[in-house]
């Protein structure tokens, strides 16, 4: 039957699968299997007399690997490929829970199995995040704008307020090294020599 | 009426805004690279004696020529001789190039950052092809991590001369990226000064986290003694010297015009020297502490690739012979070898065909520096990790915060100037200034954005900056020692912080810093006048080839 054409291998991977709890493959477990695969070609149309007599295996190995072909019920003819193939990618998920395994542990060869695709949010993930923080920066920088604005508005309206009372003078001195520039400056007259600021000691060349 | 010039609320400020600024990227993708070509633990040989001739004085240099000019480089240098106000305006050039194209790797940064809040990390699966029975065939052929990085992020064109469309994601998370560095810089020192305590800070946080992390891996051990095993033939090797010299030189990020900048805002009083050594030391051990946090998961990631290039072939064998499962393991693999290679000799030399030569060392020895290193080694690394989800926004924010500590020193760069000019101070408030440049960089930024964009990059990375620096400070050095006078600038420094010049930095500027910068230069020009042919690296449908740049 190795090789038959409506034949097909099947590979189990237990011990990968389970590793401690592996459980041993013997004729019990290949009698599931058979009840298995009767199950899916039963829910096929047109197939839903099928007996697990029905279904053959042969050539068990070590691995564990073996072939198994469907026959139809006068046991002369074997079942198109097609049908079989269609029957067991319907109820993969079934047979995996059967015997604990997954579609990486319990292959059929020749048999694709159709993957999971990654679940797509309908917003991608990334673009929530993306708005939440543009959101707070753009309302971090008008802040921030803002408060500067009324920072030099106050700061202009502050000098015209200083000529009033001396008082006031001392919140709009600039200071330089500790000499107080401002004074020299509104107090109007000349600025006297000995109270040069550091910057005009650095003459360009 | 004078206005008092901005000052640092602190000094600790300057010296985090100058680690924020010198420690970056490079750091963390060049350093570990260098460290594995030129001999592992004798590459630090090299690297240490340049730090002390080369990179604690030229930083002192700058720091000192900033503190004692109070204004941006343009400014300093005129102040010196208005012949070199070119070497002012050429450090504001490369400045300005150089923030161009930096900020798009903090906008990849962002790009992976927000995708790391999905389970399962979306670069650790591939995407499924038409009709969902395989994967994708260029996810397949390459790995998905690879895929992730050059369709999904870049969506990379085959070759430069097809340049594409802007991609909008990307160009979204580069806006936001310098609506941030707009947000950094909009007060000047004020804001800048507060956001430096935490991009100076947070990335050691995180750093710790990962050694720590690191080490506990599974296969460190076999990356850290790869990586450290001192190869000492390499000393003789003159490319290792040159490698070392130019990285300390980049790295401190010396002729930007940044660290003028940040000296500029200090009080005349500051001990800049204290700082120059401090600032230089912290920059040189980060290096090589990231080394030691990038050569674990660099023998994780080798580790945990030989052990499923060994599944493979475990399998393959356990498939092909019928063995029983579980019975071919990976201590015993060479003896089945063996055994089945005498029991069936003929179908035994057709698996051999298939199998793979699984080796460690190969795995190991895949060196890979720049945004490689970055989005793709580390990436991969990750997705294997336990929690892989907290790993991988930790270390992208680690990026993220390196990335910004950058550009705020290359923003500070060309915005001092700026604003110390009367001409458009005067005109425009500082808030509009650093504005109008955010605004411009970013558009022009965009180039990087589209499919050919990556090219681009690579380009600007490798050519923007390294002649014109190595000129720059070559001329820098000589105008402060021999035309404004080293004895002069001494009585200045004496003058300004109350402290005698120590004799080693009197002769490192005379001497030795100058002939060392002109030996890189003279190395470079031929360098690049010799090579043939320029190349770069394209990504082909599923591999990387090296394509030769057609002028």
Same mark, same amino acid.
């Given at each position: 039957?190795?090789?038959?054409?409506? $034949?097909?291998? =099947?590979?189990?991977? *237990? #011990?990968?699968?389970?590793?401690?709890?592996?459980? %041993?493959?013997?004729? &019990?477990?290949?009698?599931?299997?058979?009840?298995?695969?009767?199950?899916?070609?039963?829910?096929?149309?047109?197939?839903?007399?099928?007996?697990?007599?029905?279904?053959?295996?042969?050539?068990?190995?070590?691995?564990?690997?073996?072939?198994?072909?469907?026959?139809?019920?006068?046991?002369?003819?074997?079942?198109? $490929?097609?049908? =079989?193939?269609?029957? *067991? #990618?319907?109820?993969?998920?079934?047979?995996?829970? %059967?015997?604990?395994? &997954?579609?990486?542990?319990?292959?059929?060869?020749?048999?694709?199995?159709?993957?999971?695709?990654?679940?797509?949010?309908?917003?991608?993930?990334?673009?929530?995040?993306?708005?939440?923080?543009?959101?707070?920066?753009?309302?971090?920088?008008?802040?921030?704008?803002?408060?500067?604005?009324?920072?030099?508005?106050?700061?202009?309206?502050?000098?015209?307020?200083?000529?009033?009372?001396?008082?006031?003078?001392?919140?709009?001195?600039?200071?330089?090294?500790?000499?107080?520039?401002?004074?020299?400056?509104?107090?109007?007259?000349?600025?006297?020599?000995?109270?040069?600021?550091?910057?005009?000691?650095?003459?360009?060349? | 009426?004078?206005?008092?010039?901005?000052?640092?609320?602190?000094?600790?400020?300057?010296?985090?805004?100058?680690?924020?600024?010198?420690?970056?990227?490079?750091?963390?993708?060049?350093?570990?690279?260098?460290?594995?070509?030129?001999?592992?633990?004798?590459?630090?040989?090299?690297?240490?004696?340049?730090?002390?001739?080369?990179?604690?004085?030229?930083?002192?240099?700058?720091?000192?020529?900033?503190?004692?000019?109070?204004?941006?480089?343009?400014?300093?240098?005129?102040?010196?001789?208005?012949?070199?106000?070119?070497?002012?305006?050429?450090?504001?050039?490369?400045?300005?190039?150089?923030?161009?194209?930096?900020?798009?790797?903090?906008?990849?940064?962002?790009?992976?950052?927000?995708?790391?809040?999905?389970?399962?990390?979306?670069?650790?699966?591939?995407?499924?092809?038409?009709?969902?029975?395989?994967?994708?065939?260029?996810?397949?052929?390459?790995?998905?991590?690879?895929?992730?990085?050059?369709?999904?992020?870049?969506?990379?064109?085959?070759?430069?001369?097809?340049?594409?469309?802007?991609?909008?994601?990307?160009?979204?998370?580069?806006?936001?990226?310098?609506?941030?560095?707009?947000?950094?810089?909009?007060?000047?020192?004020?804001?800048?000064?507060?956001?430096?305590?935490?991009?100076?800070?947070?990335?050691?946080?995180?750093?710790?986290?990962?050694?720590?992390?690191?080490?506990?891996?599974?296969?460190?051990?076999?990356?850290?003694?790869?990586?450290?095993?001192?190869?000492?033939?390499?000393?003789?090797?003159?490319?290792?010297?040159?490698?070392?010299?130019?990285?300390?030189?980049?790295?401190?990020?010396?002729?930007?015009?940044?660290?003028?900048?940040?000296?500029?805002?200090?009080?005349?009083?500051?001990?800049?020297?204290?700082?120059?050594?401090?600032?230089?030391?912290?920059?040189?051990?980060?290096?090589?502490?990231?080394?030691?946090?990038?050569?674990?998961?660099?023998?994780?990631?080798?580790?945990?690739?030989?052990?499923?290039?060994?599944?493979?072939?475990?399998?393959?064998?356990?498939?092909?012979?019928?063995?029983?499962?579980?019975?071919?393991?990976?201590?015993?693999?060479?003896?089945?070898?063996?055994?089945?290679?005498?029991?069936?000799?003929?179908?035994?030399?057709?698996?051999?065909?298939?199998?793979?030569?699984?080796?460690?060392?190969?795995?190991?020895?895949?060196?890979?520096?720049?945004?490689?290193?970055?989005?793709?080694?580390?990436?991969?690394?990750?997705?294997?990790?336990?929690?892989?989800?907290?790993?991988?926004?930790?270390?992208?924010?680690?990026?993220?915060?390196?990335?910004?500590?950058?550009?705020?020193?290359?923003?500070?760069?060309?915005?001092?100037?700026?604003?110390?000019?009367?001409?458009?101070?005067?005109?425009?408030?500082?808030?509009?200034?650093?504005?109008?440049?955010?605004?411009?960089?970013?558009?022009?930024?965009?180039?990087?954005?589209?499919?050919?964009?990556?090219?681009?990059?690579?380009?600007?990375?490798?050519?923007?900056?390294?002649?014109?620096?190595?000129?720059?400070?070559?001329?820098?050095?000589?105008?402060?020692?021999?035309?404004?006078?080293?004895?002069?600038?001494?009585?200045?420094?004496?003058?300004?912080?109350?402290?005698?010049?120590?004799?080693?930095?009197?002769?490192?500027?005379?001497?030795?810093?100058?002939?060392?910068?002109?030996?890189?230069?003279?190395?470079?020009?031929?360098?690049?006048?010799?090579?043939?042919?320029?190349?770069?690296?394209?990504?082909?449908?599923?591999?990387?080839?090296?394509?030769?740049?057609?002028?």
């Amino acid at each position: 039957m190795e090789g038959a054409e409506n $034949a097909f291998k =099947v590979r189990l991977s *237990i #011990r990968t699968a389970l590793g401690d709890k592996a459980y %041993a493959w013997d004729t &019990n477990e290949e009698y599931l299997f058979k009840a298995m695969v009767a199950f899916s070609m039963r829910k096929v149309a047109n197939r839903e007399k099928t007996e697990i007599s029905h279904v053959l295996l042969c050539n068990v190995t070590q691995r564990v690997s073996f072939w198994f072909v469907v026959t139809d019920p006068s046991e002369k003819h074997t079942l198109p $490929a097609v049908e =079989v193939q269609e029957a *067991i #990618r319907m109820n993969r998920n079934r047979i995996n829970n %059967a015997f604990f395994l &997954n579609d990486q542990t319990l292959e059929f060869l020749k048999i694709p199995s159709t993957l999971i695709p990654p679940t797509d949010p309908p917003v991608p993930i990334w673009i929530i995040i993306f708005g939440v923080i543009f959101c707070i920066v753009i309302v971090a920088i008008i802040l921030l704008i803002l408060s500067g604005i009324r920072q030099r508005r106050r700061k202009d309206k502050g000098p015209s307020e200083v000529d009033d009372t001396e008082d006031k003078c001392e919140n709009t001195i600039t200071i330089e090294n500790g000499i107080p520039c401002d004074p020299l400056d509104t107090k109007g007259g000349h600025v006297n020599d000995a109270f040069m600021t550091e910057d005009e000691r650095l003459t360009p060349l | 009426m004078e206005k008092a010039r901005p000052l640092w609320d602190n000094p600790l400020q300057f010296v985090f805004a100058c680690i924020s600024y010198a420690v970056g990227l490079g750091n963390v993708w060049r350093f570990p690279y260098l460290c594995q070509m030129y001999g592992g633990g004798s590459f630090l040989v090299p690297y240490l004696i340049m730090l002390i001739v080369e990179g604690m004085p030229l930083l002192y240099l700058e720091l000192a020529v900033g503190q004692r000019m109070r204004q941006g480089s343009i400014g300093a240098w005129r102040t010196i001789s208005p012949y070199l106000s070119g070497v002012g305006v050429a450090s504001v050039v490369v400045s300005f190039f150089l923030s161009m194209y930096y900020n798009v790797i903090n906008a990849w940064g962002f790009w992976y950052l927000f995708h790391s809040f999905q389970d399962p990390l979306p670069w650790s699966v591939c995407p499924l092809n038409g009709n969902r029975t395989g994967y994708d065939e260029e996810c397949e052929a390459a790995s998905s991590t690879q895929y992730f990085w050059y369709r999904k992020t870049l969506n990379i064109s085959p070759s430069i001369q097809e340049n594409g469309v802007v991609q909008w994601e990307p160009a979204l998370c580069l806006i936001l990226a310098w609506l941030l560095v707009y947000l950094c810089i909009l007060r000047g020192t004020e804001s800048t000064g507060k956001v430096v305590y935490f991009t100076a800070s947070l990335p050691y946080c995180v750093l710790f986290i990962y050694l720590i992390r690191g080490l506990t891996l599974h296969g460190a051990t076999n990356g850290l003694a790869y990586m450290f095993t001192p190869k000492m033939e390499q000393l003789a090797n003159p490319k290792a010297w040159i490698n070392a010299a130019t990285q300390i030189f980049f790295s401190l990020g010396l002729g930007f015009g940044s660290l003028i900048a940040f000296a500029s805002y200090n009080e005349p009083s500051n001990n800049c020297q204290k700082h120059a050594i401090i600032v230089s030391l912290i920059n040189s051990s980060t290096s090589i502490f990231a080394s030691i946090v990038t050569f674990s998961i660099y023998g994780f990631k080798a580790t945990f690739n030989y052990e499923t290039c060994l599944n493979k072939v475990i399998l393959l064998l356990t498939n092909s012979f019928d063995l029983e499962d579980g019975f071919v393991t990976a201590s015993n693999l060479e003896q089945v070898k063996g055994y089945l290679a005498s029991a069936y000799p003929s179908k035994y030399s057709e698996v051999f065909l298939q199998m793979k030569n699984c080796s460690l060392e190969s795995e190991l020895s895949t060196a890979v520096q720049g945004t490689g290193l970055a989005f793709i080694v580390y990436s991969e690394a990750i997705k294997n990790m336990e929690v892989s989800q907290l790993w991988s926004v930790l270390y992208f924010f680690m990026l993220l915060m390196l990335g910004m500590g950058s550009m705020l020193g290359n923003t500070a760069a060309i915005l001092t100037p700026l604003t110390d000019s009367k001409v458009i101070s005067s005109r425009l408030p500082k808030e509009a200034i650093s504005g109008l440049l955010c605004l411009v960089s970013c558009a022009i930024g965009m180039v990087f954005t589209m499919e050919s964009g990556n090219y681009w990059f690579d380009i600007f990375n490798d050519y923007a900056a390294t002649l014109s620096l190595l000129l720059i400070v070559l001329v820098e050095t000589l105008a402060v020692c021999y035309l404004y006078g080293l004895r002069r600038f001494e009585s200045d420094l004496k003058a300004m912080t109350g402290r005698t010049l120590n004799w080693y930095w009197k002769i490192m500027w005379a001497g030795v810093s100058p002939l060392l910068i002109i030996s890189l230069f003279v190395f470079y020009l031929s360098d690049y006048i010799l090579s043939e042919a320029l190349q770069y690296q394209a990504w082909d449908a599923s591999q990387l080839l090296h394509v030769s740049l057609l002028t």
